[in-house]
C-alpha cells in the first residue's frame, strides 16, 4: 500500500506526533517525529507483534495502566460544643469569685456586664483538631455612658479538673482596634474608660 506522507500533528506538550500509519492508512500512528515516514499503529504493530516482527504494542508514554486506588482519609468531625453559650445555661458548680470581682468592678464603673458559661473541646490552633474538653465563662463589658468601646474576658478551665485562669481578653471599638490584653491591663482598662 503506498500512501502521499502528509506532515504529522504535533501532541500538545510532547515530543510526540500524530502520523499516518503506513500499514493501515489510520491517521493515529503516535511515534516521535524522525519515525513519522515508517509509523504503524497500535492495532497493525500488535498484528505485526503475533506475526514475531514488532512485539507486542505497549504505549510509549502515558499514565501507568490499572486502576487507581484512592486512599481512604477517616474525616474527623468536629464535636458539637457540650453547652452552648448562646443557650444561657448557669453552670452546676458557683461562679468564680475572680469572675465575679471583675463583673462588680465594671459594673460599678458604669459598664453593662453580661455572662455566659460554655462547656466544649478547644481547637488546636495549627491542626484544628479538637483538644480536651473545657469550661468557660465570658464576661463581656458594653453600653458605657462615656465610651462605645466594648471589651471581652474568658475565664477558661479544663472540665477534668477545675483550675481556672484569664484565658483570652480583648477590647475593640471606633476608637480603637482589636486588641488583646492583660488581665489587669483589663481592669486598668474599665476603670480609666469609664472616667472619659
Known sequence: MTLDFEEPREVPASHLVWARCTSCGANDALCTPERARVARCGACLEVAGRGGEAGAYR???GYPMGTYVAREVEIEVFPAPLISSRADVVP???WPASVLKLQALAEGCGWEVRRGYACGNNTHA????PLQMTHSIGLRFGRHAMTRNRACAVYSSPASKLEWKWSSVWTWGPEL???ALSFKALKTWLVNSSCG
Not at 495549627?126 to 483538631?129: A, C, D, E, K, L
Open 59 to 61: 504505549p510509549v508514554v
Open 92 to 94: 452546676d458548680f458557683p
Open 126 to 129: 495549627s491542626t484544628g483538631r
Open 177 to 179: 482596634p482589636l486588641s
